[in-house]
């Protein structure tokens, strides 16, 4: 399922493997538990304000820091898809994440081309996170549902794609930046 115009070009990029190259170690799970937490979300879709961006990103490192971190990458996603402005979102990932930055590129062209899209709001349903190490360095992994309405996207030349919508598990693997997290690299889990 195709659920949005920045997912489905995202997903046709070659995704970046959190573990890296085969001399990197394997990924170990520090904490048994995960934290979980449902997410909570309106009942009805609310289109993302087109004069400013989301507040700014949460800081801290932690469990739940990661689930604020996807919230408001997502929250991002929206603001970019309905304005066209991506540099909130590039902002919120490492620049070597080759999801983020094709959804990104996918937004920027789409705009480019004055291009229009209409729906295609992304909600987070359902989020655990965990803490990942990898060699001396912490990351976190979040698993996550996302709903998507259906989007349509205009092309000038009267071209139309129309993307049904829908939810998808996700794994978002973060790191720490800054003050906060940041996005990696994600992708689709598989069925």
Same mark, same amino acid.
């Given at each position: 399922m195709k659920p949005s115009a920045l997912v489905a070009t995202a997903m046709t990029v070659s995704l970046l493997s959190i573990a890296g190259c085969s001399e990197d170690p394997e990924p170990e799970i520090a904490s048994p538990t995960a934290a979980s937490s449902p997410l909570q979300s309106s009942t009805a879709p609310t289109e993302p304000t087109a004069t400013a961006p989301p507040a700014a990103a949460p800081e801290g490192e932690s469990r739940k820091a990661a689930m604020a971190a996807v919230r408001h990458y997502f929250d991002l996603v929206n603001y970019a898809t309905a304005t066209g402005d991506i540099d909130p979102l590039r902002a919120s990932t490492a620049p070597n994440c080759a @999801?983020?930055? *094709? *959804? /990104?590129? @996918?937004? !920027?062209?789409?705009y480019a081309q004055d291009g229009e899209i !209409? $729906? $295609?709001? /992304?909600?987070?349903e359902r989020a655990s996170a965990r803490t #990942?190490?990898? $060699? !001396?360095? #912490?990351r976190y992994l979040v698993e996550a549902d996302v709903t998507t309405e259906p989007q349509v996207v205009t092309y000038p030349e009267g071209e139309v794609d129309r993307y049904p919508g829908g939810t998808v598990s996700y794994q978002f693997f973060l790191e720490p930046f800054e003050n906060g997290l940041r996005i990696l690299d994600w992708n689709e889990t598989p069925s």
């Amino acid at each position: 399922m195709k659920p949005s115009a920045l997912v489905a070009t995202a997903m046709t990029v070659s995704l970046l493997s959190i573990a890296g190259c085969s001399e990197d170690p394997e990924p170990e799970i520090a904490s048994p538990t995960a934290a979980s937490s449902p997410l909570q979300s309106s009942t009805a879709p609310t289109e993302p304000t087109a004069t400013a961006p989301p507040a700014a990103a949460p800081e801290g490192e932690s469990r739940k820091a990661a689930m604020a971190a996807v919230r408001h990458y997502f929250d991002l996603v929206n603001y970019a898809t309905a304005t066209g402005d991506i540099d909130p979102l590039r902002a919120s990932t490492a620049p070597n994440c080759a @999801a983020c930055s *094709g *959804g /990104a590129e @996918a937004l !920027d062209q789409i705009y480019a081309q004055d291009g229009e899209i !209409d $729906g $295609g709001v /992304a909600t987070l349903e359902r989020a655990s996170a965990r803490t #990942v190490k990898i $060699g !001396d360095d #912490v990351r976190y992994l979040v698993e996550a549902d996302v709903t998507t309405e259906p989007q349509v996207v205009t092309y000038p030349e009267g071209e139309v794609d129309r993307y049904p919508g829908g939810t998808v598990s996700y794994q978002f693997f973060l790191e720490p930046f800054e003050n906060g997290l940041r996005i990696l690299d994600w992708n689709e889990t598989p069925s």
